[in-house]
């Protein structure tokens, strides 16, 4: 069955540094998402992306952040200068034309900062 | 320090019994709705879902039944399987196809054999 994965599945890192978080969306899927739930906490939006273009985003995705689809794969999320409450986990997702609501979630990359 | 969280409801439930889980939503103008099963350490799963325009659809050994009058989701899982054990949340939307869900707080089901 396909699936969504990411890599890594653990990152600690110094605060102030940079950190992208990688994903590899379902290959027919033309709708992408990054979602973070912060230990124990609800499941939050961060941001869409569709047609090589964010379609909305959070208040939490602020300037730190941004996403990029560097090529016909993978779908990624920066974040410039992390911050303690940064660490969280952090979910890719990904979802079809037909059933956009659908969203197919990765098993997340856990995001420790120091 | 170390974050805070959330007290999750709870409920247990006899293996073969059925269970409901229930969820208040917040926002009139949502119009998806779904439920995801997070098991522990993995991403959310999608179970089911249902547009404002129904207000019951069924899956396999799961029924949602939405109630817009009072803002009010469930979750009926027939037959519970000890593989059913997971934390469970309601998920709100608008703008169906531009995904922006709002999560809520989930409810622990525990399977008991």
């Known amino acids: 069955e396909p699936e969504v994965t990411q890599t890594p599945s653990h990152q600690v890192t110094q605060m102030g540094q940079e950190v992208i978080l990688r994903c590899v969306p379902i290959s027919n899927h033309l709708y992408f998402y990054w979602y973070r739930q912060i230990l124990g906490q609800k499941v939050e939006f961060l941001v869409s992306f569709y047609n090589n273009e964010i379609s909305e985003k959070s208040e939490i995705f602020d300037d730190q952040f941004s996403v990029e689809r560097p090529d016909g794969s993978n779908f990624t999320l920066k974040i410039r200068s992390t911050k303690l409450e940064d660490s969280a986990m952090y979910f890719c997702?990904?979802?079809?034309?037909?059933?956009?609501?659908?969203?197919?979630f990765g098993e997340g990359s856990r995001l420790t900062v120091l | 320090g170390e974050s805070v969280g959330l007290h999750l409801p709870t409920l247990s439930v006899q293996e073969g019994d059925n269970s409901i889980i229930n969820c208040a939503y917040s926002?009139?103008?949502?119009?998806?709705f779904i439920w995801y099963k997070q098991e522990s350490g993995k991403g959310p799963q999608f179970i089911i879902d249902?547009?404002?325009?129904?207000d019951k659809r069924q899956g396999q050994r799961v029924t949602v039944l939405l109630n817009k009058t009072v803002k009010h989701l469930s979750l009926q899982i027939a037959a519970t399987q000890p593989g059913d054990s997971a934390v469970y949340f309601c998920a709100e939307g608008t703008n169906f196809g531009n995904e922006k869900l709002t999560f809520g707080t989930g409810t622990r089901l525990t399977i008991i054999p």
């Open positions: 997702a990904s979802s079809e034309q037909d059933r956009p609501g659908e969203l197919f």
């Open positions: 249902i547009r404002s325009n129904m």
């Open positions: 926002n009139s103008a949502s119009d998806y």
